[in-house]
Structures are given as structure tokens and as C-alpha cells.
């Protein structure tokens, strides 16, 4: 029996910034103008109108929590301070998106068979899906698991994890709740890689329930196949390291040239494992990693950038949310597309990796 995503709901802090506004902010801490520079014109190219942060850090009155005012500038907080606030707002925020998720299938906590959590901006023990469960009041039958410091795309795991449960366990009910807090690691750098982070990367949650089988006459996602592609000659083109003062991003300018040579292949190779060829693909589920990205991707299939429309909305109104920006995505395409039959989905990460998935709409 195939699985199926019943129910996604999401969450995003209240602290709202445009992303003008942001990039004022974070220009105050880089002291050469050519760094600044850089900042602006990445903004402006960016396709991004907002960032939500779980932190109000981010104006010019300097009392910020992590981020303080010195005098003559802003100065990083060590790391250990930094994941000192990832529990309790990735707490506060997950519970949220799990909590609407539940409500639009009408499915009680006491029901989860099995809870998931995701995230890659924090790392504690007992940690994010410890909380959650407790958070949630589900039950103590409730098995438990996570997946971490994956990047942008390990949701993709969580669901296969859940395709799994569900598939040798009709009955199960697998909650995935993805909470990524990206403003706990602005860095005072100008490298390249942290400018560019810095513009694309805001604060999310989103939740995703999974179960064996149809939801009567509610829409869903039914999982069809999944694959994953190692790009080796962009290995070094994407990570996320543990530093002294906040996790450090590396994301070279190079990435979408990789995605765009390697894309049409795994693209294809997924749709022969589903039986299914590219004109019978309705649309696209694309994380939004940046709008360059986006572009190779179009470009290397050879579909409209019309068809990626969902990606791009998502970018704008949001940025980036690493891992949780998917379930973003999805969620549109559950409750507000008209369009019923094959999807096709991915998202890219550290390795370089491409983590894609095709899903039925019915």
C-alpha cells in the first residue's frame, strides 16, 4: 500500500524584516564598503521581499539578544550562547506548525505512531524531537527519531523514513516536524559564502503528517518513488561546519552551475524508476535554495520558469528555510493547486547532493 502526506502545516516566526531593511542592518557589521556593496547587490538580485527571524536581533536600536551593540559595532556570540536559544523557540515554532498540521486532518496527538524531527541549526541531547513529544502530549507509545545537520535537504529523508513506517505498518500515523533557525548563526564575516547566506537564509518550521493509506475525500500526496544523486565534482561547493562563533555556511557561487550539468540525469533517472516519462510530470515541488538555482534547474530539464511559480513564491515571501522551505512548497501545492497527478520533487544540499521525490496529487 503507498503512503501517503495527509495533512502539512507551517509556521514562522513573528519578527518580520524586509530585506532591505535586514541588509542595512547586517551592513553595520561589515567594516569595508566593498563587502556592503556586496550585501546590496545580492539583495537586490535575490528575488527575496522578507525574511521572518525567531530573534528580534535585527534593527538599528542595537538591543538586540545575541547580537549587541558594543559601541562601534556588533560583535558574534559564541556558539554555545547561540544553541542556548535554539530549544526553546524551535519548540515554540514546531509546535505551532504541528499543531496545524493535526487540526486540518482532524487527527488527535494521541493518534502519532511515530514523531520525526529535522533540523540542522541546532544540535542538543536530549533534543529537538524529545521536546516535541512532550510538547505535543502525544503518546508514550510514540516512537521517536531525528535527522540532523543534513541541510536543505533532509526532509527528504524523514519522508522516506515515514514511506518506510507506513508501508510495513499500514496503521502508523508519522508526524515530521522540520525547524530551522538560521538567524541564530549570522556571522560577522565577508567572505563570500557568509554574505551570501546572510541575504538568502531566514527561520521556519513546517510539519507533514504521513500515513498508510488515502484520506478519504481530503487531497494528498502519495509518495511514488524517491532518489538520491551525489554530484562528486561539487563536493566542495556546499557544507555546514561547526565553528567557534556560530556554524559556518559554505555555498559557492558555483552550485547552480553543478545542479544545472547534473540535473537533467537524476531528473531522468527518477522518472524511468517511476514508469513515468516527462510529459506525464504536472509540476514542480523545487526547494528554493536561491534564484539562480531555480534557473539551472529550469533550464537543465527544459521546463517554463512559470512552472517552478510555487518555488519562487515561496523564496520571496520566506528566503530560504533550509530544510523546512520544502514542506513550504508542498503545501501550496496540496491545498492550492487545481492540478491532480505526478509531481516532481527535490532539493539540494552538502556533498553536493540532489534528494528528489515524485508525489501524486489526488
Known sequence: MSSTITAIGTAIPENRYPLSDFVEWAGLTHASPAARRKLQFLARDA?????????????????????????????????AIRLGHFLPLATKLGTEAATTCLRRREVDAEQITHLIAVSCTGVEAPGLEIALYRSLNLPARAERGAVNFMGCYAVFHALKQADYICRANPGSKVLIVSVELCSLHFRNSEENDNLLSTVLFSDGAAAALIEGGSADQHPVLRLNAFASTLISEGKDAMGWHIGIRGFEMILSSAVPKHIGSNMRQA????????????????????????????MAFAEAIGCEMEDLQVSFDVMREHGNMSSATILFVLERILYQSLLHGPFYAAAFGPGLTVESGLFSRL
Not at 267 to 274: A, F, V
Not at 275 to 293: F, M, Q, S
Open 267 to 294: 531528473y531522468q533517472q527518477l522518472l524511468t524508476k517511476g514508469g513515468l516519462e516527462p510529459t506525464d510530470i504536472v509540476g514542480y515541488a523545487i526547494h528554493p535554495g536561491g534564484k539562480n538555482i531555480l
Open 47 to 79: 528575488g527575496i521581499a522578507v525574511k521572518h527571524m525567531a530573534i528580534n536581533d535585527f534593527s538599528l536600536n542595537g538591543k538586540g539578544v545575541l547580537y549587541r551593540w558594543n559601541g562601534t559595532g556588533y560583535q558574534d556570540p559564541d556558539t
